[in-house]
């Protein structure tokens, strides 16, 4: 019998949630149908409740500010209507049924890319496949702007805020770039461009995208969980949605806007080792710090591993993810997890080679090596490189960076530098413990003995930053 076929497929896809998650969804498909009490979801009446788009909208619209934009809402009342049932009157209903509600939820929070695929392509275009560039373009983009306004909605930031970082806008249509350039046809290769928006991308296609970039089915595990609040308080299986951004300290309340966007520091955030994804606290900003490179190697030195982020005066930003503490010396350290990025225009990352071991280098003071913080390549060619003479520096990589394969990551291969943070990541390690922040001349002894001998006293004593307590402790 149909009915049978139909409670069966139904019954599994239920038996995928724990029973709390079970209760959790019933509750919200009650309150969108309109039923009232959970025990009504028992009896035969509740079962052929239904939910329709204008219900979805109106509890989006029942708070002053909606938790999802409305074309999200729509895209996910065009994926929940997609979802076929056995023994349904033919043709498509307006109205959204129990089980395609939960075999929604099911497919999209517990399936797998083959599961997920067919209510994806119906996100899309309500048409279904094969589907133009553009139109998984604009998925994409209301997909990542969906994620940034729902975390920020609900509060979910972790003590980053759209205040205390750079306008997302652009931040998410290049994330959507950077996603998108994922996407292969059959043959193996990668349309781009203007090309990307026209090409026709069938199912098979769109399938292997989903499978092979993650953050598609993560982004839209946050836009369900928190954008329908449901789901969203039980403990998760995976740390993708946890770690999906870390906690921010050291910026509340100090009056600037960090150089990164939200789409961005979920993007790097999720390059770094796992280990290091919960937290990022700011080190150095040269406009709360100031302008200087003794400033910034005290700052920074053996405080564990660091992402290094500047502007040039261009406005292209980009950086570098350094493995291990800064140490002031005339040789090549980290190892091979470092990489460099750009944020804008592009936002990418680029990972080491194998081809050298150059993977971070700090120097200052040195007559006969050169003096500044640089990343890949080698001395005067560096892949990114800051002079110790404070705002110069380059990015020097015909064709690629022979450590990472970045191409040029400034607007021009000598830039002059406008603003940088260094934030470091994960646990500060013990030995960055409480013992008052290093001046340059504890690192370099060598100096400190030179200026001792010449009975000059050391004027840097006194300029040691108390060290500043979590301000924000979330």
């Known amino acids: 019998k149909m009915g049978n076929a139909e409670s069966n497929a139904y019954q599994n896809h239920l038996s995928r949630f724990l029973p709390e998650e079970q209760s959790d969804i019933d509750g919200l498909f009650n309150t969108l149908s309109g039923s009232s009490g959970s025990a009504g979801a028992k009896n035969a009446k509740a079962a052929k409740k239904t939910v329709t788009l204008a219900a979805l909208q109106a509890r989006q619209s029942a708070h002053t500010r909606e938790p999802l934009p409305e074309p999200m809402t729509l895209r996910l009342y065009n994926g929940m209507k997609s979802i076929d049932l056995p023994g349904k009157s033919s043709g498509p209903s307006e109205q959204i049924a129990k089980e395609q509600f939960v075999i929604f939820m099911s497919n999209l929070l517990k399936g797998n890319a083959d599961e997920k695929i067919s209510i994806i392509m119906r996100m899309i275009a309500k048409t279904g496949g094969p589907l133009k560039g553009k ?29 205390n970082t750079r306008d997302s806008s652009s931040g998410v ?16 290769t990668k349309p781009v461009g203007s090309q990307l928006l026209e090409t026709n991308f069938d199912q098979s ?41 870390p906690h921010c300290k050291g910026i509340k309340g100090r009056g600037v806007a960090s150089l990164f966007d939200i789409p961005a520091i979920i993007y790097i955030n999720s390059h770094l080792p796992a280990e290091l994804q919960h937290k990022w606290q700011l080190l150095f900003s040269s406009r709360l710090h100031g302008e200087s490179f003794s400033q910034l190697c005290a700052h920074i030195v053996n405080k564990g591993p660091c992402i290094v982020i500047l502007r040039d005066v261009d ?3 980009f950086g570098g993810f350094a493995s291990h503490s800064w140490e002031v010396k005339p040789q090549f350290q980290g190892d091979n997890r470092c990489f460099l990025f750009s944020v804008f225009p592009t936002l990418a990352v680029y990972t080491y080679t194998g081809y050298n071991d150059h993977y971070m280098y700090l120097n200052h003071g040195q007559q006969t090596m050169p003096n500044g913080l640089g990343m890949g390549g080698q001395h005067g060619y560096f892949g990114l490189w800051i002079d110790s003479d ?85």
């Not at 909605?153 to 205040?163: A, D, I, M, Q, T």
């Not at 249509?173 to 193996?188: F, I, N, Q, T, V």
Request: aromatic share 6%.
């Open 205 to 245: 296609v769109i399938e292997d995208w989903v499978y092979r970039v993650p953050q598609i089915s993560v982004f839209l595990s946050v836009v369900i969980r928190q954008g329908l609040h449901v789901l969203h308080s039980l403990p998760d299986q995976t740390n993708d949605i946890l770690n999906l951004v």
């Open 135 to 163: 139109q998984i373009q604009e998925f994409t983009e209301d997909l990542i702007t969906s994620v940034v306004h729902v975390l920020s909605y609900r509060k979910e930031l972790k003590g980053w805020s759209l205040e």
């Open 390 to 474: 404070y705002g110069k520096g380059h990015s020097k990589a015909k064709p690629r960076c022979t450590t990472y394969n970045s191409p040029q990551l400034s607007a021009k291969e000598d830039f002059t530098l406008d603003a940088m943070e260094v934030w470091a990541v994960g646990d500060a390690p013990e030995s960055a413990g409480r013992k008052g922040k290093k001046s340059i001349l504890d690192v370099d002894p060598q100096a400190q003995a030179l200026l001792e001998m010449a009975g000059k006293s050391r004027q840097s004593e006194g300029l040691r930053e108390p060290i500043e307590e979590d301000e924000d402790n979330d």
């Open 315 to 317: 406005g292209f930003l």
């Open 173 to 188: 249509k290049a994330l959507a770039s950077e996603l998108l350039s994922e996407l292969k046809l059959p043959d193996g």
